[in-house]
């Protein structure tokens, strides 16, 4: 690695960024088949492999993520991790933040994949779920080339391996992953948040934060209930309801990306919250606590896929690879401080905190290789599911179920 960290802390130190965590606002949007890949696993094995071996390296990627999701310089369009990538393998990299909510995303690139055509991009990140779903059953996204998938194989966490969403990492590799549970402030709920029945207590009533969204929202509820939302049915998604129902006289609102600001000054105590949100907010100052419930809670993963009708699909899956060794790793993870995939970067923060010759950076790279918001403890991964995979049809009655408490 020849170009130093810098890390978020830094740039809130700089520049005062805001935190902006992966939201998974949703609504249901119709899917429609046609003009997908053409390499879906329902055709021959063999023209996978026919259509990599034809692919070169062209030295160019066009790569889509969200805000404030990479290593960041002291300029905002300053990514050394970007251009280390550049500078070892000659490929230019056009780096845009144009996702805002996968709803949203998905709703501007499939019509236009729907046509045939490319989406001006090679590389983009989604989360798993509802979207990502239909982009893999309707070959809206290339198979990945598993020869070139040596570092993935080599330094991956078995949390991003064979995940229920993309058995065999077919066509995802993951970009970096969250826990969705509970913030609170200790001071002002007097005590400990151990349960997602805890925010049930009346005593908060108009200080509770949830989701408005039909991924994060619903399969919370789910665990609220003691079901793992993998494996849940109709039956359980109605009790789940239920639940939300119950609670819904004591939220404050169902936020998207807004709610760390209002839990960080006291208009709420207890929130759903993303894991690394909290992480950021406590960098920058506040005095909050995450727990993953005892009944369980949701692990989300944002993955890298390639586009149908990719122009540089070569050059994506060189970047998908490279970002898995443990030092550009370290680099993107720095900065973000969502939980890696590559648990090797927790050695390398431990190294940091040792070396480190300011006051500063020793506490700050001890707490970040010990914080169970980034390295979440075998206790904590027990309790963690995935959302449910849904089908076509399932999205209908589920979607019936959950938007209308967070819409109305």
């Known amino acids: 690695m020849t170009q130093a960290r810098v890390s978020r802390r830094r740039m809130l130190q700089l520049g005062g960024l805001s935190a902006m965590g992966a939201v998974l606002s949703a609504c249901s949007i119709p899917g429609s088949q046609g003009g997908g890949s053409k390499l879906s696993l329902n055709g021959a094995r063999r023209q996978i492999d026919d259509f990599w071996r034809s692919q070169t390296k062209k030295g160019q990627l066009n790569f889509a993520n969200w ?71 309707r070959d809206y996204v290339i198979p990945l080339d598993q020869s070139r998938m040596t570092n993935f194989y080599a330094n991956a966490s078995d949390l991003v391996k064979n995940a229920s969403y993309d058995r065999g990492n077919v066509y995802t590799m993951a970009w970096q992953s969250g826990i969705t549970g509970i913030g609170y402030d200790p001071k002002r709920v007097g005590g400990k948040i151990k349960s997602w029945n805890d925010l049930l207590d009346r005593r908060f009533a108009g200080k509770i934060g949830m989701f408005a969204d039909n991924e994060d929202l619903p399969n919370s509820a789910l665990c609220a209930i003691g079901v793992n939302p993998e494996n849940s049915t109709p039956a359980d998604w109605k009790k789940a309801a239920a639940w939300l129902r119950k609670q819904r006289p004591l939220v404050r609102k169902y936020y998207q990306q807004d709610y760390v600001a209002p839990l960080s000054k006291g208009d709420l105590w207890a929130s759903m919250a993303w894991s690394g949100d909290i992480f950021q907010a406590n960098a920058n100052g506040a005095s909050l606590e995450f727990v993953v419930p005892e009944e369980g809670a949701a692990f989300w993963t944002d993955n890298m896929c390639i586009p149908a009708h990719a122009q540089h699909p070569l050059d994506a899956m060189t970047y998908m690879d490279w970002v898995y060794k443990p030092s550009v790793a370290a ?8 939980i ?48 449910r995979v849904l089908s076509a049809e399932e999205q209908q009655t589920w979607n019936g179920l959950f938007e209308p408490i967070y819409q109305s």
Do not use: C, W
């Open 340 to 387: 890696t995939p590559v648990p090797a970067t927790q050695k390398i923060f431990a190294t940091d905190a040792r070396t480190a010759t300011s006051k500063d950076d020793k506490e700050y790279y001890s707490g970040l290789s010990t914080s169970p918001l980034v390295f979440p403890s075998a206790a904590d991964y027990s309790r963690l599911h995935r959302y």
């Open 331 to 338: 680099m993107i993870a720095d900065y973000v401080n969502y």
């Open 67 to 137: 805000p404030l999701y990479i290593d960041t310089g002291k300029k905002a369009s300053d990514h050394p991790s970007l251009s280390l990538f550049t500078e070892q393998t000659g490929i230019k990299v056009k780096y845009d933040e144009v996702i805002q909510q996968d709803d949203t995303y998905y709703g501007k690139i499939a019509p236009v994949l729907k046509q045939g055509q490319g989406t001006g991009y090679d590389l983009m990140v989604i989360t798993n779920g509802i979207y990502l779903d239909n982009l893999i059953e």
